[in-house]
Nanobody, 121 residues
């Protein structure tokens, strides 16, 4: 599966952004999906994951209550709604897909290119 992330940009602290990740292929619903981020000078970190059906989600503590992951299997797209953004949310955000549902592990089989989110104070 090929993944294409979009929706990044510059936003003020307290604002919102919605990231999208479109996937190619006819087996999108076979994959669990995740969002990760990498800030300058830091390692890539887990943000959120969603199961194949969308019935299960899991979040990093740092974004819980502010970010929401969702998916539309008919549109082959996964979303990350980000509210109450903070400067520390500034990072390149990546989407990823795997046949296994992983709670925080970065060991995903497929990765999209990143989209930059910059939160100004």
């Amino acid at each position: 599966v090929q993944l294409q992330a979009s929706g990044g940009g510059l936003v003020q602290a307290g604002g919102s952004l919605r990231l999208s990740c479109a996937a190619s292929g006819r087996t999108f619903s076979s994959y669990n999906l995740g969002w990760f981020r990498q800030a300058p000078g830091k390692e890539r970190e887990f943000v959120a994951t969603i199961s194949r059906s969308g019935g299960s989600t899991y979040y990093a503590d740092s974004v819980k209550g502010r970010f929401t992951i969702s998916r539309d299997n008919a549109k082959n797209t996964v979303y990350l709604q980000m509210n109450s953004l903070k400067p520390e949310d500034t990072a390149v955000y990546y989407c990823a897909a795997d046949t296994q549902y992983k709670l925080g592990s970065p060991m995903y089989d497929y990765w999209g290119q990143g989209t930059l989110v910059t939160v100004s104070s």
